[in-house]
């Protein structure tokens, strides 16, 4: 069963820091590029990072220069570092993956064939 479970979610302060961690079962994320998306109440999904399998690596605005995503594919599990956290970033975050993910199109959801089920992130003020 092929699966994404994110884990490393839960409450800090503003200022703090946080790492999230997507492992997969079922498939081998060696041949996927690896998304970040998240979601807060009221709003629409965004993306927030990508990586595709060679390892280049993108970024939404909102947390360039904070974030960074990374990749273990040894341990089929895929990483969000995040640091300078603002009460902004409070959302349920989603990791995914797509067998097609490039600079033009890593940031839309359909690109991605396989979803997590969510990890909830607060930053409180």
């Known amino acids: 069963q092929v699966q994404l479970v994110e884990s490393g979610g839960g409450l800090v302060q503003a200022g703090g820091s946080l790492r999230l961690s997507c492992a997969a079962s079922g498939f081998t994320l060696d041949y996927y590029g690896l998304g970040w998306f998240r979601q807060a109440p009221g709003k629409e999904r965004e993306s927030v990072a990508a990586?595709?399998?060679?390892?280049?690596?993108y970024y939404a605005d909102s947390v360039k220069g904070r974030f960074t995503i990374s990749r273990d594919n040894a341990k089929n599990t895929v990483y969000l570092q995040m640091n300078s956290l603002k009460p902004e970033d409070t959302a349920v975050y989603y990791c995914?993956?797509?067998?097609?993910?490039?600079?033009?199109?890593?940031?839309?959801?359909?690109?991605?064939?396989?979803w997590g089920q969510g990890t909830q992130v607060t930053v409180s003020s």
């Open positions: 995914a993956a797509g067998t097609i993910v490039y600079a033009y199109n890593w940031s839309a959801s359909n690109t991605y064939n396989y």
């Open positions: 990586i595709r399998r060679g390892g280049s690596t």
